[in-house]
């Protein structure tokens, strides 16, 4: 548990957080010891605030396993409707898709993970189940990596100084070097192609979403089964509409925010 910065500081809202994160894309079922050990509070302090959850419906139980419920979307649900980028972005995102026969999906930096705030799902990828709010780490996708490619070089040194990269492929960037030296080529080429970093046999084709300040802001992908094709294809049938469409979707926000 962090330590408090103020007397206004309320130690069991701390808490509740602190067990709702204890779920994870990878770990959506957890038992009581699991939570105790992820969250450090004692078992039957855990054991009430989980079944407290459960009563609110945030929470299910079936005698062993804790699952978080739909319910708990009403937290980002709040935040999402009220932004403009999903809004915006969404018809672009569809005639893409439509176009190219892809799932494409947007996502923004929530720490050292990207969350997705909006998708559009394609025939092609039906096993490919992300939904909205879903978070994966930024140095093993797409769309993280152009995010990161977007921070001055002080702000992005700090960032991968304090970053865990785990690696969840064979293919994964893992190294520090090498992502650098990466994230400086997206960069300077405006895009990127990643190949089977956060699963096997997936395809990630991403572009920057810069707000009318310039600043990087969101990232636009377009999700493929990697097998069959070769990275160049991919390059020469996704980047042109890919950064088409950003532009669009950057062009819609500047009128929205009168810029």
Known sequence: ???????????????????LRAFTPEQQELTL??????????????RRFLLTL?????VSHDGRLFTLTPRV???????????SLPELARPHLRKLTEQLGEMTAVAVLDGDDIRYVLRVPSPKLLSVAIPVGARFPAHATSMGKVLLAGFP?????ARLGSMTLRRLTESTTASREALRAELTEIRNRGFVVCDDELEAGLRGVAAPLRDAAGEVHAAVNVSLDARGTTPGTARERIVPP???TAARIESDLR?????
């Open 1 to 19: 548990m962090s330590e408090p910065h103020g007397t206004h500081f309320v130690r069991s809202a701390e808490k509740t957080l602190a067990v």
């Open 33 to 46: 010891s699991e939570v105790v050990q992820r969250t450090g509070l004692d078992r039957s302090g855990a």
């Open 54 to 58: 459960v009563d609110l419906g945030y």
């Open 73 to 83: 979307l009403e937290f980002g649900y709040s935040y999402l409707s009220g932004r």
């Open 153 to 157: 070089p002080e702000q992005l040194e």
């Open 242 to 244: 890919l950064l088409t």
């Open 255 to 259: 009128l929205k925010s009168g810029g």
